[in-house]
């Protein structure tokens, strides 16, 4: 039996609980784990508003050994630390070591948790990733699980990279769809988004759309929506 988070289907971000897979089946009325697997990785929507995600589908933090990290150090001497279980302080060039506080900024209805080291401001979950887990990429997802935006650990982390993203947001964002690009009718390329196939293949984005929408009569390319 394993356990899954809930996460709401139009942002990933938000963990709105967590079920177990037998709990999943009894409510679907799935008799069969293969049954179940299917549902899974076809990325269902549960509830009509859930997509289930298992830890084991989302990258594992990799934590390094050191459990602190130097962030930066002024020309007064200040040097500013963080922690893995998501703390930060400075050390002055006295020796006395002093824990800074953070706050929260709002952003497109989004509580953030910044923190100020020196004299600029961090994103504080983005900062602790950056540092402490090793596959970390700036354009990853950072799903907290208790949703608790100061909560910063990375225990509390679940790191998702755009492919996880796309699949689990791609039937609702057709910029994150896969596009694949045919040649006497085979598939001879597959790109990660209509972005990514319209920088390849140096035209518009809204080009590619339109002809995977088949919008065109006479089409410069063959591109077609991957399932």
């Not at 929507?45 to 930066?72: A, C, G, M, S």
């Not at 590619?208 to 929506?225: A, G, P, Q």
């Amino acid at each position: 039996m394993i356990t899954y988070l809930m996460l709401e289907k139009k942002d990933i971000t938000n963990v709105c609980g967590r079920i177990t897979s037998k709990e999943v089946m009894d409510e679907l009325g799935l008799k069969t784990e293969a049954q179940f697997r299917h549902f899974i990785n076809n990325s269902e929507v549960f509830r009509n508003r859930y997509i289930l995600v298992e830890d084991d589908h989302i990258h594992k933090k990799q934590e390094n050994i050191f459990k602190t990290r130097l962030v930066l150090e002024t020309k007064k001497g200040r040097r500013y630390y963080a922690t893995a279980d998501g703390k930060f302080y400075v050390i002055y060039k006295n020796g006395k070591k002093k824990y800074m506080k953070g706050f929260i900024k709002t952003s497109k209805n989004k509580e953030i948790y910044m923190v100020k080291l020196g004299s600029k401001d961090f994103n504080a979950k983005r900062l602790i990733a950056r540092l402490f887990i090793r596959k970390y990429k700036e354009t990853d997802v950072i799903i907290l699980k208790d949703n608790n935006p100061r909560n910063v650990s990375i225990d509390n982390m679940l790191i998702a990279d755009k492919r996880l993203y796309s699949k689990i947001t791609g039937k609702k964002n057709t910029k994150n769809k896969e596009v694949g690009l045919y040649e006497n009718n085979e598939l001879v390329r597959t790109f990660y988004s209509v972005r990514e196939a319209a920088r390849k293949l140096y035209c518009s984005y809204q080009m590619v759309s339109n002809i995977c929408n088949n919008r065109y009569k006479k089409k410069e390319f063959d591109l077609r929506w991957m399932q």
